[in-house]
T-cell receptor
């Protein structure tokens, strides 16, 4: 059974600081996704990582994938309040459709 | 363009009742997915349609849950004899390729 673990589950940061969210998964996969969810809203796709060593950046967020370590990271640079949300990683175990999600990281950026 | 549309946005009903949740995917998306999200958790896979057929229904928790997609577009998730444990956010997603695009969900509350 595929398990996806995120840490930390709760993250409170100050504006302007940097931090990294980690996503570990238990079986071989080379497809990993990051989503953002605002309270009461649906999930918004942030990054699609499809191969070992993939790195993608959008604004203050950068995601990377190490399939050998079964690890993805979401790095936040110079956080701003608008980044406050819950961030989920999700792994596809080769089916190309069935995503297994982590529990999410609730990020709060304080002024 | 229009995103994934789910109706109703909220549904409150009594234990034992029957409910139907509707999902209208993005036009042209052949794949449709249902997930269930409990408070503080990531979404959990329920069922996947490719066209009209349910390609994988392994996530449906029991035979009270059923979903259809008769014309390969709109899908309905049906829950019979609802139980309090069925209370959750039900999310629908669609895609042509990855990533999956999610709707705003139906919050189901069973009293």
């Amino acid at each position: 059974e595929l398990k996806v673990e995120q840490n930390p589950l709760f993250l409170s940061m100050q504006e302007g600081k940097n931090y990294t969210i980690y996503c570990n998964y238990s079986t071989t996969s080379d497809r990993l996704y990051w989503y953002r969810q605002d309270p009461g809203k649906s999930l918004e796709s942030l990054f699609v990582l499809l191969s070992n060593g993939a790195v993608k950046q959008e604004g203050r967020l950068m995601a990377s994938l190490d399939t050998k370590a079964r690890l993805s990271t979401l790095h936040i640079t110079a956080a701003v309040h608008d980044l406050s949300a819950t961030y989920f990683c999700a792994v596809d175990m080769g089916s190309n459709y069935k995503l297994t999600f982590g529990k999410g990281t609730l990020l709060t950026v304080n002024p | 363009g229009a995103g994934v549309s789910q109706t109703p946005s909220n549904k409150v009903t009594e234990k034992g009742k029957y409910v139907e949740l509707r999902c209208d995917p993005i036009s042209g998306h052949t794949a449709l997915y249902w997930y269930r999200q409990s408070l503080g958790q990531g979404p959990e896979f329920l069922i996947y349609f490719q066209g009209t057929g349910a390609a994988d229904d392994s996530g449906l928790p029991n035979d009270r849950f059923f979903a259809v997609r008769p014309e390969g577009s709109v899908s309905t998730l049906k829950i019979q004899r609802t139980e309090r444990g069925d209370s959750a956010m039900y999310l629908c997603a669609s895609s042509l390729y990855q990533p999956q695009h999610f709707g705003d969900g139906t919050r189901l509350s069973i009293l």
